[in-house]
């Protein structure tokens, strides 16, 4: 079992940095690509070091090494998540404007009809990315914000990244326990 996890320029980068240390605990592997602003993003939000995020994954591969397997619909997958999304990833999956390798992925994963979830941090949205938004949509993918619930009354910062974290394992149907389901006694 093996994700695809792409990480964007979008603030909100410790959403990806949990699912990578998740994935790593419930033994799924993990293809990691990163964007250059979101190992960026890591020094300016977090007190990770971009090499250490990286170690989190089963593999890293380059943005720009187009000849990687996960520029190839060929590639097995339970699927790819990118988080966080920024609203420029999503312009360019929108598109099909592939000109990185995590544009690509994603590509890849809506042709070949593989899950791919987005989710994106930015607030408010204008016109443009809502369409873009819809588009994806409709040509298959989930469109999951980063907008944790408060129904299991988080009590750190950690449960609010938990709740986004397991949302998006809800969507691959990976069994976790990082939130707390409504009204469900079975755990
Ligand atoms: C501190 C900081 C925070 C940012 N937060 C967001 C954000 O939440 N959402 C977003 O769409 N872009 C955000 N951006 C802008 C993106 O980083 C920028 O559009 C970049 O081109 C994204 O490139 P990438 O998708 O290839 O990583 C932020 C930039 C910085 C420096």
Known sequence: MRLIVGLSGA???QYGIR???????LGIESDLIMTDVAGMMVELETSWKENEVAALATRRHDNFDFASALASGGFRSLGMVV????????AGIACGFSDNLL????????????PLVLVPRETPLN???????????????????AAPGFYHRPQEIGHLVDHIVGKTLDIFGIEHHLYARWKDESG
């Not at 544009?103 to 593989?114: G, H, M, N, V, Y």
């Not at 016109?127 to 914000?145: C, D, F, H, V």
Request: glycine content about 4%.
């Open 11 to 13: 603030s909100g980068i």
């Open 127 to 145: 016109a443009i990315q809502l369409r873009n938004m819809l588009t994806l949509a409709e040509a298959g993918a989930t469109i999951l914000p």
């Open 19 to 25: 699912m990578l240390e998740v994935l790593r605990e």
């Open 83 to 90: 988080l966080p999304c920024s609203m420029k990833t999503i």
């Open 103 to 114: 544009l690509r992925a994603a590509d890849c994963t809506l042709k070949e009809r593989r």
